[in-house]
């Protein structure tokens, strides 16, 4: 035999021990890695989370173009892969609508509102202020705004303010024109009306009691019952 074969063969046997050590080691490993346990998924529900969360807004909503409200809220959920998509506003949202010469038609302000999309209905919570400029201040805890009725209502007690009485009650039903302005109301339980002169109040004067028959907006038909 000769010397060169003999290295060889020495050369071979030498690294015979490393060969087996590394099959062992990688048979450990594919063994380790089939007794892995699965890695879990967590499912993430969309429909109880908001589409949208929006903090400190101010934005102005359109139709077909046109500018039509004002909303201010310092935090807006939209909720659209529920059954009903509705936005929520929490916090004390703020609208003002507009009319075609972007005037003030009137502000509303609550604690918190609730607004039904496929209805295009507003719950209203909370400290509820309805204002229009200085013809007509509606105070209470509760009313829905239909827009597509155009028609607005309450279950609460309500106070109302116009130039010349103060109304309060129980239930409270409206309807609005196109524009928004309040064109028609009825209170179902009043409890009280008390005539006043405005201008005269602002002014130190005294204003004598009146017949409530007498206090009639001629721009607001007066209350039914």
Not at 61 to 90: A, E, F, H, M
Not at 127 to 137: M, Q
Request: aromatic share 8%; charged share 20%; proline share 8%.
């Amino acid at each position: 035999m000769s010397s060169g074969s003999g290295n060889a063969r020495l050369s071979n046997l030498r690294l015979l021990p490393l060969c087996v050590a590394t099959g062992i080691a990688a048979c450990s490993l594919m063994s380790a890695c089939k007794h892995e346990e699965p890695i879990e998924r967590a499912e993430i529900r969309a429909e109880g989370r908001p589409t949208m969360t929006t903090h400190n807004v101010m934005t102005i909503i359109s139709d077909s173009g046109v500018p039509q409200y004002r909303l201010v809220c310092p935090l807006w959920l939209v909720y659209d892969n529920v059954d009903t998509p509705k936005w929520i506003l929490p916090g004390g949202p703020y609208l003002e609508k507009f009319d075609p010469q972007m005037k003030t038609v009137f502000t509303v302000a609550c604690d918190s509102a609730v607004n039904n999309r496929r209805t295009m209905q507003w719950e209203l919570y909370g400290n509820v202020e309805f204002k229009e400029n200085n013809r007509l201040l509606i105070l209470t805890q509760q009313m829905t705004w239909d827009q597509e009725k155009r028609m607005v209502y309450s279950d609460s007690f309500i106070h109302i303010e116009q130039p010349d009485k103060i109304i309060e009650g129980y239930g409270f039903e409206g309807y609005t024109s196109p524009s928004g302005r309040l064109t028609s109301y009825v209170l179902h339980r009043p409890t009280a009306v008390l005539p006043y002169d405005q201008s005269k109040i602002e002014g130190g004067g005294m204003n004598p009691a009146m017949d409530p028959a007498m206090a009639i907006d001629p721009s607001l038909p007066a209350p039914g019952n």
